[in-house]
Every structure is written in structure tokens, then in C-alpha cells.
């Protein structure tokens, strides 16, 4: 079946512009997560949604990153005006349960 | 504060061999303890997960191997393949439920197999 996808899977942003990034989540699931990974580094928890409800935005590095999921489905990350230390792929997941299964990502350069 | 410490960094093994990862953990909280497989601009899969209460798990050639009183555990890939060659993240997450999900990740293994 049908995994997570993610949209863009590049973006190339100047720096002080505003990025959304899409996710579609695998059909049905509940839960679904943001994280951040930077170039070298294991994935880094951003924010946590269940159903349309944010639960948990502690991992989100500053006021300049939103994320909604209004019809608890799709998903979109939003970063306003973009710094340089945003460049990072951003991954989403979504889960059933424990197993939390990723997308492809979004790989950010702001420049 | 490093959660989930990985080791090694970087690993090199001929084809045919064993290779092996190693995490520990320092948050008792800590109950899933998956691991994931990742391709250069691919997302992290799931390859294999284990909780504490079994201290092996066993699927085709991967293993995990749980020491819960050490707060260590480790990935086995039997007879390893070139096209295995990736980078591997151990990850942890509590038992509660909800956010509380979300997993700690360590920094990655990058494996090569040379054929």
C-alpha cells in the first residue's frame, strides 16, 4: 500500500522566506510526527499530532516553526522567514501505534 | 544530554561477515527500541524492534539483542550484504502513550559492505 509521501522533496529557500512543507500520512493513522535531521545526525522530534490535535510541540526551535493538521490527515510544516541553521531534511511519520513509519523528507537549504 | 549513544560511528565489513551495532541508554522510562535502516536521500525504514521484556529478537538476518540490566542493546546483520550498505540509527521511546512516543534517536552507524 501507499506510504507516507512528503512535498516538496526539495526546496531551496533565501534566507527570511517563508517554506511550507507537506505531509501525507499513511491512511488511518492517528498519530503522526515531525522531525528534523540535520546533515550527519540522527532524526530530532519537533512536534507530535493526534488526529487533528498538536499534543506536543516541545521540540519546535523556535516561534518561527507551525504545524497544523486541521483534518487530521495531511500535515504542513511552516517555517517563517527561513535561517540558514533551518537547512536540514525534515522527516514526517506516521503511526498506528509504536511503530512509527517515515516519508522520504524534505530537504530545506536556505541561502 | 546524549540519550541513546551509538557506536560505532562508521563500520566497514567484507561480505559474507557480521556486522555489529551497539546503543545504550541512560532514561529507564525507555520501553521500544527500534532500529531503522536509512539510504542516502531516503526516509529512516523500519527494520526490527524489540522491548525489554525478551532479550532477543530474530528476523531473517537481523538481530537485536537486548541486556536490560545494562541498559545496552545491539543490531546483528548475518552474512552481510553490499546492499546493505547504509546508515543505521537505533532509536528509544517511553511506555506512555501518545507524544510520549516520539523517539530519541542515536547518531547513526555507517555501514559498508565491501563485496
Known amino acids: 500500500g501507499a506510504g507516507v509521501s512528503q512535498s516538496p522533496r526539495y526546496k531551496v529557500a533565501k534566507r527570511g522566506q517563508d517554506v511550507a512543507l507537506r505531509c501525507d500520512p499513511i491512511s488511518g493513522h492517528v498519530s503522526l510526527f515531525w522531525y528534523q535531521q540535520a546533515l550527519g545526525q540522527g532524526p530530532e522530534f519537533l512536534t507530535y499530532?493526534?488526529?487533528?490535535?498538536?499534543?506536543?510541540k516541545s521540540g519546535l526551535p523556535s516561534d518561527r516553526f507551525f504545524a497544523e493538521r486541521p483534518e487530521g490527515s495531511v500535515s504542513t510544516l511552516k517555517i517563517q522567514r527561513t535561517q540558514q541553521e533551518d537547512s536540514a531534511v525534515y522527516l514526517c511519520a506516521s503511526s498506528p501505534q509504536r511503530e512509527q513509519y517515515f516519508g522520504p523528507g524534505t530537504r530545506l537549504t536556505v541561502t | 544530554q546524549q540519550q541513546v549513544k551509538q557506536s560505532p560511528q562508521s563500520l566497514i565489513v567484507q561480505k559474507g561477515g557480521i556486522s555489529i551495532i551497539n546503543c545504550a541508554y541512560e532514561n529507564t522510562a525507555f520501553d521500544y527500541f527500534p532500529w531503522y535502516q536509512q539510504f542516502p536521500g531516503k526516509g529512516p525504514a523500519l527494520l526490527i524492534a524489540?522491548?525489554?521484556?525478551?532479550s532477543e529478537k530474530k528476523e531473517g538476518r537481523f538481530t537485536i539483542s537486548f541486556n536490560k540490566s545494562a541498559k545496552q542493546f545491539s543490531l546483528h546483520i548475518m552474512d552481510s550484504q553490499p546492499g546493505d550498505s547504509a546508515t543505521y540509527f537505533c532509536?528509544?521511546?517511553?511506555?506512555?502513550?501518545?507524544?510520549?512516543?516520539?523517539?530519541?534517536f542515536g547518531k547513526g552507524t555507517l555501514l559498508t559492505v565491501n563485496p
Open positions: 532509536a528509544a521511546s517511553p511506555r506512555s502513550g501518545g507524544s510520549n512516543y516520539k523517539l530519541t
Open positions: 524489540i522491548r525489554p521484556d525478551v
Open positions: 499530532f493526534q488526529n487533528e490535535a498538536q499534543l506536543d
